[in-house]
């Protein structure tokens, strides 16, 4: 009850824009947000999501594909460019629309940790820290926003957090002595030390520009043709990933949206420290 009466004051403060009179800074009210969200039990809105280890065995026993939104994909819809992708108004349509999607071979993708956070602080970088006061709780709100709240979700923030070692052990069961179709960016691949695809039977690629990659959907479509749809795709794109992810699907493919996922899992092999902030802007940034 007294959570409930928490949120109601934070929703009433944002209302009335008592923190641009300095009655309390964005970051307090940003903070006081957050710790709602911490607690297990409190009345905060919360969409439904399959945790990210039940959204791989969900992969690992279907022949579903996944479309994911993460800040970038929100950022689009609401009409900002990213590092990846510049705004592009059909782009930022697909998008919203796939949120709303009701596809039965498709799993949407949102961010569980934005609503169930299991991260320690103490083990954050300075940049993520900064994220998760700053920016977090508007990204939490803007999602809120553009979903369906009756709707099943999926992780999107499959390989974060305490479980990842988990997670990534049981990703590789779902192409396992699969045959593979990478559309990916060559810089990425280049600088990959430990491969989470190479227990895959084979791979192909199909190589994309590390930015704006949604200006190729027609090469990129015209090429997975040439492949066939008994190949499992995977798609490393940015935005431009979820709605080809979601096409894809509608086209009789099963193409796996898995953002960062080659980096996440090498960046763990290696044993980089992501505490350090130099690191977490090196594993989400432009590939160069």
Known sequence: MRIKFIQKIIDKIRGKKQIEDN???????????????????????????????????????????????????????????????????????K????????????????????FYQEYDPAKMSKF?????????????????????????????????????????MESKKIWNNKELVLITCENLIQNIKYDIFSNAKNIKYIFIPNKNCYSKTKYVYQEIEKYGKD???????????TVWAAELADMGYRALDLGHLQKQYDFYKQGIDMSKSENVIKMYGVDE
């Open 23 to 93: 009655f309390l800074s964005e970051d307090y009210i940003n903070i006081m947000e957050n710790i709602l969200y911490l607690i297990p039990n409190s009345q905060v809105t919360r969409p439904k999501i399959v945790s990210p280890l039940d959204t791989v065995k969900e992969l690992q026993n279907s022949s579903k594909s996944i479309a994911r939104f993460g800040d970038g994909e929100i950022m689009i819809i609401n009409k900002t460019d990213i590092p990846f992708q510049n705004y592009n108004h059909k782009l930022g349509q």
């Open 95 to 114: 998008l919203f629309s796939i949120l709303k999607n009701n596809q039965d071979n498709l799993l949407v993708g949102i961010n569980y940790h934005y």
């Open 128 to 168: 993520s820290k900064e994220f998760f006061v700053k920016s977090l709780p508007q990204f939490r709100r803007d999602l809120l926003n553009l979903i369906n709240l009756k709707s099943k979700y999926y992780s999107a923030d499959l390989y974060l957090g305490e479980y990842a070692q988990e997670i990534f």
């Open 231 to 241: 190949k499992i795709y995977i798609l490393q794109a940015g935005p431009a990933a």
